[in-house]
């Protein structure tokens, strides 16, 4: 799918054709879109199709006066297999020619949707720089934001710790943890793509540009620091879980041994009555061996109650 837009009179807008000044967006292209816009502005055709390899890594490149930036963007889903969310990241490549800028994403992003809905107004299309450091600014807030939902979820987690005996919020802490570790590697990368621009030897930056750049570069050494302190809480509150549900197993193992206890001593005591031995005590009572089994029960019942087995 391609989408093209323009900025007119400080409102972005999508146009028919491309043009000097436009804002080429590429989401999942074909092969034709992809021909199309490579025979229109002359790109370098590995630029256009690096961001749709999913193991692409975060780096900076120029060739021919052309220059390709990729980045890792979060990207949230719902999991297959249960009904948590799961996170995880996909590269977005925004490369710059000498009159437009263009994005190419596998996936439909909410970054990018919010550029081409007009929300971030201070960006337009005819500066080219200032429009690709408000991505990655968008991208790294989108990283906070998505650390602040699983932060929220291991929180609810943590209060239904000391009542779970399942597997399957040990199973979504597992994914948390996966995505955390995801997020971590993917922001280290963007960080040092980040450095590699703001020493200004690939793209041209202006003095308000360096600004915008620096606020881009502290965001993400805040999100690296968040998945840092999340990913050891995690860890911990993980281990803590499974220590959980071993100690309720434990439990629920004790209590049913004392009762398999109690419910042996009849059996032994009928046993003996029930057997042709001779002298037993109150033999000629049919009563005794009842009253009996309900003495024993009830003394050991309350040595195990003390023993706190029961």
């Known amino acids: 799918m391609i989408g093209i837009f323009k900025t007119e009179h400080g409102v972005m807008r999508q146009v028919d054709e491309i043009g000097p000044g436009t804002w080429i967006n590429l989401t999942y292209p074909t092969e034709q879109e992809l021909e199309m816009v490579q025979q229109m502005l002359e790109t370098e055709p590995s630029f256009l199709r690096a961001a749709l390899d999913e193991e ?12 390709l930036i990729i980045v890792d963007m979060p990207w949230a889903e719902q999991s297959s297999a249960s009904e948590h969310v799961v996170y995880s990241t996909i590269p977005l490549g925004i490369m710059l020619t000498e009159r437009n800028i263009i994005t190419v994403c596998l996936k439909e992003s909410e970054v990018l949707k919010s550029f081409e809905k007009g929300m971030v107004r201070q960006a337009k299309t005819e500066r080219r720089t200032a429009f690709l450091l408000h991505i990655l600014l968008r991208v790294a807030k989108q990283y906070l934001q998505n650390l602040k939902l699983i932060d929220k979820t291991y929180s609810h987690m943590e ?6 005996q399942r597997n399957k919020e040990l199973i979504q802490l597992l994914d948390l943890e996966k995505s955390l ?3 971590s590697t993917s922001l280290k990368a963007n960080e040092i793509t980040i ?15 360096h600004d915008l750049l620096e606020d881009v570069l502290i965001e993400v050494r805040q999100a690296i620091e968040m998945a840092n302190i999340y990913s050891s809480v995690i860890s911990g509150l993980m281990d803590a879980f499974a220590s959980v549900i ?5 439990v629920t193992m004790k209590t049913l041994t004392s009762v398999t206890i109690l419910l042996t001593l009849p059996n032994i005591i009928f046993g003996f009555y029930g057997m042709n031995v001779l002298n037993l005590p109150y033999d000629q009572f049919w009563w005794f061996p009842l009253v009996l089994t309900m003495g024993v029960i009830a003394a050991f019942g309350l ?8």
Do not use: H
């Open 303 to 310: 040595v195990l109650k003390k023993r706190n087995l029961f």
């Open 195 to 209: 450095e590699k621009i703001l020493r200004g030897r690939i793209v041209t930056l202006y003095e308000d540009d």
């Open 56 to 67: 692409e890594t975060s780096r900076v490149d120029t060739e021919d006066g052309q220059t």
């Open 246 to 250: 071993s100690n309720n197993l434990n």
């Open 159 to 164: 209060r239904q710790l000391y009542q779970s």
């Open 181 to 183: 570790v995801y997020f």
